[in-house]
């Protein structure tokens, strides 16, 4: 019988020793990675848009058509990754939640709707065209970034806006539009939310830009034609 005795020693120890060493294993295993929330810009409501402001009929029948490029974006910010800042000259990124899209490309369909929302032009279309134009606009998104630098934490959008004679080629109007929106919550939801207040916000001050542009330009062009008419 006290043959027995290590065996049975051994057996107990066995039966100690091996869930710690399964417990071990365990941890030692790699943990799967979490897939990253996605998410993207819609321009959500930032308040009631303003009414199309009435022009002549004159104006009217000969509003201009205008071609909107595709939307560029300056260094570090044209990926889809979400950028925060803790401090001035540091971009960082969240770890686990990304842009569904690049922002400039987010913001393409957008402009083209708020503009042809905005009623002062006689269409708006996207590149690629084949369609004429005869002012273009092209943007380049500067800064889309959550600011925790503050409190509460924010999101800043800054955009460059330039307006063409697409024939003469010729700047007519150039504008940086910068907004600011404060997030709910120091997170990336929280971030995303205020990006489309953001947005919804730029969009509005887009519209006005190029409608205050296009007056001028349409005005300019009426007066010419009238000036060769009475040459004749």
């Known amino acids: 019988m ?6 049975r020693a051994f057996v107990l120890a066995i039966a100690v020793v091996l869930p710690s060493l399964m417990t071990a294993c365990s941890a030692l295993k790699p943990k799967p990675v979490a897939p ?5 810009l819609d321009a959500a409501p930032a308040g009631a848009a303003p009414a199309p402001r009435a022009v002549s009929n004159s104006l009217a029948a000969a509003a201009p058509t205008l071609l909107i490029t595709a939307p560029q974006a300056g260094a570090g910010f044209d990926s889809q990754r979400i950028i925060y800042v803790r401090q001035a000259h540091q971009l960082e990124y969240f770890a686990h939640s990304e842009w569904v899209d690049t922002p400039a490309r987010m913001l393409a369909p957008l402009m083209v709707s708020a503009l042809d ?31 925790f630098d503050v409190v509460p934490s924010r999101v800043r959008l800054t955009l460059r806006a330039t307006l063409t004679d697409n024939a ?5 109007a150039q504008v940086d539009l910068d907004t600011r929106a404060d997030a709910a919550s120091p997170d990336a939801y929280g971030g995303v939310v205020a990006a489309n207040h953001a947005t919804a916000t730029l969009l509005q001050a887009l519209a006005v830009f190029c409608g205050q542009a296009a007056e001028q330009w349409q005005a300019r062009e009426s007066g010419a034609t009238q000036r060769g008419v009475g040459r004749l």
């Open 168 to 172: 003469t080629r010729q700047v007519l």
């Open 2 to 7: 006290n043959a027995f005795l290590p065996m």
């Open 36 to 40: 990253p929330a996605f998410f993207a």
């Open 117 to 147: 929302r905005a009623g002062r032009f006689r269409a708006v279309v996207a590149t690629p065209t084949a369609a004429s134009a005869d002012l273009r606009l092209d943007t380049e998104i500067l800064r889309l970034q959550h600011e």
